[in-house]
Structures are given as C-alpha cells and as structure tokens.
C-alpha cells in the first residue's frame, strides 16, 4: 500500500509506539515511499450462517496467475525484520545544531556536550537519499580508531539501522539506501590534496582546531553534490583561543569575558572570501558582489555557531556522574577550557600556580616515598650574563596522596661542580632515589650515562622530557590548587613560589609581555611530582 503524500509527511512525526504498532522501521521514515506489508495470515473462513461458501470466487477464478517471486525477493521476504530504531537528538544544543539550515555549523565549544554524537545523528538524515556520502575528519588515524573514538561510538548508531561496517576503510555503507558514511583523517598539510576531484555532499570535522585554515577552506571546494542533498559543513570543537577558529567565529565569542554571546548563539552570518580576506555580515544582500572567472557571481556562505556544554548532555551525566568531577578536577587553565569553554583563557603567569596554594609547615611525615630530582645547567654567571640554575628538588608523597617539597638545591656552577654536587647530596640522602632529566638528543643521553656511572651504588633513574613545560605541569597544578601539595619552611620558599607564580607560556604571551627569565625550579618540582605519579621498575645502580 503506498501512502500519499500527506500521510508520508504525517508518519515523519509519528509516535514511536504507532510506528511499532504498524511495524514501520524507524529508517524507513523520511523515504520517498513508504510502504506497509498486509498481513500474510490467511482470510479467516466465512461465518456460519452467512450464505457464504467455501473456494475461490469466479472473478478469483478468471484473474491472472501472479508471477512467481524472483530469487532476491524470497531471500528478502525471509529476512527477519529489522527492530524499531528511535534516535534523536537532545533537547536544547543538540537539537539546534541538527536543525541549523546554515551552510557551515560550527558546534562545541566545551568537552562533553554531545558534539561527535551528534554529528553521527546529522548525517542520518540523508540516509535515505541514494548516493549520498559524508566524509568525517579526525586529524590523525589513531583517533578515529582509538579505544572509544570515532569507529568504537559510531557503532551504536549506524549499526542498529542496517549499515554494514567496512572497517579497513573506516565505513559504514547502507545496502537499501546505498548511502555511505565515512571516516578519514588530514594529519599532514598535503593530505588535503588526496581529495582532489572529489565531491562530497556532507563534510564532518571533529574537533575543527586540530586542523589548519588552509585544510579547512580548501575542503570547501570538495562540498559538491549529485545526489539531492544540499552540500553542508558540520564541525565539532573546543576552544583553542591561539587557533584560526578562535578568529572565524569571534562574531559570537565575548572578546571581554571569553565565552560565547547568548543572543548570538544559532544566529547566521553570512561570508565571502576576497582574495585571502573574510567579509562578513549579517544580511547577505549587503555584501559585496564578487565573480569567479568565468563571471558567474560568488554565492555569499552562511556561518553559526551553537555553544554546548557538559551540563546539556543529561545521557552522558546519568551514565557516567564522575566525568563532571573528572572535569572540575582539571588544572584551573583547562578546567577553563573544556568546562567552562572560554576562548579567551590564556596560560599566563599564575594561571597554573599561586602562591596562596601553597601552606608552609615545619617537617614532612617520615613514612613518605622521597625523590630528589635534578634539572641541570652547566654554566657559571658572568657580569654580562645570566645563565640557567641548576636545581636539585626533593618532594615527597604519602600513603594519602599528600605532597611534600622538603628541599630546594639551587645553583650556577661548571659541569665538575654540578657533578660533584649531586653526588654529595646523594651520599647524604642514601634512601631517596635520585633522578636526572635527560634532554632529548644524544648529547642528553651521553650526559646523563656518564652521571649514572659516577653515581654507582645509589637509586639513579633517568627521565626522558618530551613533552612542553607547560604541558609538563599541568598535573602538578591541578593538585596545587586542590591544596595537596604542601612546602617544608626553608630560606628558598620565597624565590620558588615567585618562580611559580610567574611561569607562564612563553608562546601565548601577548605583544609587549615578557617571559620570566627562570623557570628551572619548575621543571624540577613537576618532574619530582610526575616520577611520583607513575608505576617504575627502576634498574638500581
């Protein structure tokens, strides 16, 4: 039985329960026609009484033979019914964000508000349109195929309606609908040029900063369509206020506070690219008229930005009540970020430590796990100069995760007396294990095998730094700020909670800021916090 017109429209919005009731697949809503299967249960048999009689019917007797199924049909007819399906998305963001007619959508702007899940349930809305496909992006692989990444979440929602999983390619293709949804990653800059010559009706970024400008609008020109579709870019993030995609959507980001502009929030804006500049405006008609150069007039992109949070996935707060408190744990600089999405967070100085968070006692509990781990410069200071410390810093951990720095070694010597140095120290402390930071490189790996070899008969470890200085004290930070981190009363308190406070981030400093001209106290005392705070076998030499 096909349905007209209206009745098709009317079964979009349809109560689960009816479509259930009628045994009308969720996928099916939306198609271009909808068919209900009768029954295959036999009439029932006349009435007694009826003057109704047995057998077929003369005009039954005199109607055509139906043809006979075709091998494909059988196989279908024996199928089992797919399960009603219901997907939607939340109330609130999540709903916007399906709903935006806007060209681009970007969508976030905070860790977990829904953003991929929700660029999964977008592209299911043109699951029925035949040859329709969706690209979407991660930077890397590993991210897309990472326990719980993109592959391990789309599971739960294309599975279940009837796609079938390609997972060499990362895909997922539909054999009714013939639709395909797919994901791939751009991790280098010439990657993009992969794509060259492809048209692709919906194109997904998740977590857009990751990518570059240039990516980003070059994949523009691959969001063509054939198949009915209306092209669209659908992006995922959160803050990054150094990115490009700080810039593009400022429009509705408060450049005083950081955060975005409630009134502007799922309000389009319209662009045009001149040469290498953005035009901008809300009405469209407004802006200036650019042609390609075959003279046909440059059609102006429409651009939103819809803000999301943790607070509005109330699915992901039932399920899992810590991922909140896993948030509000963070350091202060990204707690800022990812819980309270502000793009304007910067890692200047004090943002990662105050000197208020630090209590002062007079000793530090004896049943502690010590080390003593040393940040090493080589160079004496000169009228003209003012070379790096060298500090050796001794912290400790208790059983209740409470962190002490009992000690703070700090000088400017040659390579011999730094040597020396360490050495004394270590014959004084026989129970703490020493540390040495090797640099990366094969010079910081020589040095640091000569130092282990003088230091035979002690507990010496090596730590390879990687990782920025930032990036390194972070974990260090956050339990500061919880006060857990606590300094016996020594003469080098106050030059290392100045230290402390003034670190920043030498690459987000603003025009005219300068950097602090030290900050080895701080790589000593979040490389003492990090060795704490991982499981080693250390090779005792």
Known sequence: MKLAAPIRKAMRSADPALLAALRVPASSIGAKRLVIKRSQAPAPAPAQGSGATAGPTPAAQNAPLAPKPTVQAQAKARR?????????????????????????????????????????????????HPGFGAVIFRRTFPEIKNEGGLW????????????????????WKHPDFHTSIKFSHMQHEKDRLSWQGSQIPYIGFDELTHFTRLQFFYMLSRNRSTCGVRPCIRATTNPDPDSWVAKFIAWWIDQDTGYPIPERDGVLRWFIRDGDEIVWNVDPS?????????????????????????????????????YLSNLNSLPRYERLLLLGGNWKVRRNAGMLFQKDWFEIVEAAPASSRRVRYWDRAATEPTPDSDPDYTVGLRMSRTPDNIYYVEDVDRFRLTPKKVEDRIKTLASHEPQVHVWLEEDPGSA??????????????????????????????????????????????????????????????????????????????????????????????????
């Open 286 to 322: 407004k802006l200036p008229v650019r042609k390609n150069p075959d003279g046909s007039i440059i059609l102006p992109m429409s651009v939103t930005f819809i803000r999301s949070n943790v607070y509005d996935n109330k699915i992901l707060l039932a399920k899992d009540p810590n």
């Open 152 to 171: 391990d979440s789309s599971q739960e929602v294309f599975g279940p309606l009837g796609f079938m999983p390609k997972e060499s390619s990362t895909e």
């Open 80 to 128: 089992p019914a797919r399960p009603v399906v219901v997907l939607r998305p939340q109330a609130g963001p999540q709903e916007a964000f399906l709903s935006s007619r806007a060209d681009i959508v970007i969508y976030g702007g905070a860790a977990g508000g829904g953003k991929s899940f929700g660029l999964f349930l977008d592209t299911l809305r043109y699951m029925q």
């Open 444 to 541: 910081g790996k020589a040095e640091v095998a000569y130092l282990i070899r003088s230091l035979t008969g002690y507990n010496v470890h090596t730590n390879r730094v990687t990782q920025a200085k930032f990036t390194r004290a972070l974990p260090a930070s956050a339990q500061a700020e919880a006060r857990n981190i606590k300094l016996v009363r020594g003469k080098w308190n106050e030059a290392f909670l100045d230290e402390l406070e003034a670190f920043c981030d030498p690459d987000q400093l603003l025009d005219g800021e300068e950097a602090p001209a030290h900050d080895d106290q701080v790589d000593a005392f979040s490389g003492a916090f990090n060795v704490l705070n991982v499981q080693v076998n250390p090779r005792i030499r």
